[in-house]
């Protein structure tokens, strides 16, 4: 294993989609997967009003982790980032982040999955682009620490 550079994380992340948050809760540490876009090492993802999103706002720091294994060609890659999360505010901001959100899952989702009707939280196309559920949050993750290891 080697370490992964600072452009190499960047490219890693910017082309996954799930990763996990790893947060505390009453003293236990769990981690979570979320759907997410990356961006100017910023995590994004949308999440409902739940305990995951009351619990993200009261982390002093939040860790995140993202991991591929192609089995076919003996690869693993792992990436670890702490950080900081906020609630998106700015409505702007939100919109531009629900539009990338939708865009991916759009591009990455089977054809059957993108015909479905799902649920608005799956950020589907029955998810209106211009106007985020008012239950949906759109959260950023500004990750200060990053940290990537690969073997081949």
Known sequence: MHD????????????????????????????????????????????????????????AETCFEVDEFVPELGRYCSVIGYGHARIIEDADERQRILRALISRFEREAPPMARSRDLPAHTMSQSCPSDDAPEALEIVALSLEELHGREAA
């Open 4 to 59: 992964m550079t600072g452009d190499q994380i960047t490219e890693f992340l910017a082309k996954q989609s799930v990763g996990h948050i790893g947060m505390v809760r009453e003293g236990r540490p769990y981690i979570l997967p979320v759907s997410y876009v990356f961006d100017q090492n910023t995590i994004y993802f949308a999440t409902e009003n739940t305990p995951k999103l009351a619990d993200l706002q009261q982390q």
